[in-house]
């Protein structure tokens, strides 16, 4: 006997069966003023018009860098919208289902670019609405109402779509939209530094033996002592990759490329902050520095503890 499908199933079909009546309803509202009218692959344009002074930051590192920690600081500035991995949804089974094959195959730089520019710009399409069936974006006081709003199992369909709106609005209203993500390779970035002439990339790097024991420990991508050969082999490789394309854009872009260092930010949190801070335009305040001084105590600690291979 076929047993019945589990409530996550039904849970992804009904937000996707949503998001697709979103394409259509966007004709209607268009037609009442609210929003502009688009077909398919189109982007979907906000409740309230964009803000012409929205910067777009973007975050890129490898796991267990000090990627968290860097994004959790930025991300306490009030006009910051934070989206915590947009593409970790790629990497589990249940949650791409719904994409079509060619997306996650040979289009797959192509989908994961227009995934992290939907987050950027606050504006999703019928392909990249798909990336909003994402765990993950429960982590981020700016994501986790529209999850919570999607759980709601006891309302009726519209409310949904409801969810959906507030997401948008609650993005497009913010001056500066955060992406971090640690499955974006740089060269893949240079599509987005074009079209987006307001985007800033902040690269994070920290000491690869760190690095690789953390995600030997932490990640269990890999099994110590016996893989760090090919493991450190493939880190420095990608690594490398990542400096010539960042050198590259740094000279297209000098005033849009920052490089950090995770041990900087442990080291002299403040100093950190306040570096990133003014490079992306926002505000020191009193604030920032409480709240440096609370993420310190952790990650001192933890830092600290880090045996170097």
């Known amino acids: 006997m076929r047993s019945l499908p589990s409530n996550r199933y039904w849970y992804t079909f009904l937000f996707l069966l949503v998001a697709t009546l979103a394409s259509f309803a966007v004709t209607f509202f268009y037609n009442l003023g609210i929003v502009v009218v688009v077909e398919d692959n189109e982007r979907l344009s906000p409740i309230v018009g964009p803000r012409s002074d929205k910067v777009q930051s973007l975050l890129m590192t490898f796991g267990r860098s000090g990627s968290s920690f860097t994004s959790d600081i930025i991300a306490h500035n009030e006009e910051v919208f934070y989206t915590f991995e947009p593409l970790s949804f790629l990497t589990r089974s249940k949650e791409r289902t719904s994409v079509p094959r060619h997306l996650l195959t040979i289009g797959l730089e192509d989908f994961s670019r227009r995934v992290i520019e939907s987050y950027l ?13 994402n765990k993950h974006l429960f982590v981020t006081n700016s994501t986790k109402d529209f999850m919570s709003c999607l759980r709601q199992q006891d309302k009726p369909g519209i409310y949904y779509l409801d969810c959906y709106f ?25 599509d987005l530094m074009v079209r987006l002439p307001n985007l800033k990339l902040i690269y ?35 690594l490398s990759e990542d400096l010539v394309h960042l050198r590259q854009l740094r000279d297209m872009y000098p005033d849009r490329i920052k490089v950090v260092r995770y041990e900087h930010g442990v080291l ?31 990650e001192t600690k933890l830092y600290r503890t880090v045996i170097v291979l």
């Open 268 to 298: 002299d949190p403040q100093d950190f902050a306040t570096e990133i801070y003014r490079f992306l335009g926002l505000a020191v305040n009193k604030k920032l520095r409480v709240s440096c001084l609370k993420f310190i105590s952790y």
């Open 204 to 238: 994070l790097i920290r000491d690869p033996r760190a690095t690789l024991l953390s995600q030997a420990k932490v990640l269990r991508n890999f099994k110590l002592p016996r893989d760090i050969d090919k493991a450190s082999s493939l880190h420095c490789q990608w």
């Open 166 to 190: 507030q997401l948008v609005q609650n993005c497009t209203k913010h001056r500066n939209t955060l992406v971090k993500t640690i499955r974006f390779p740089v060269k893949w970035a240079k």
């Open 121 to 133: 710009t606050c504006h999703f399409d019928f392909d990249t609405q798909k990336s909003l069936v």
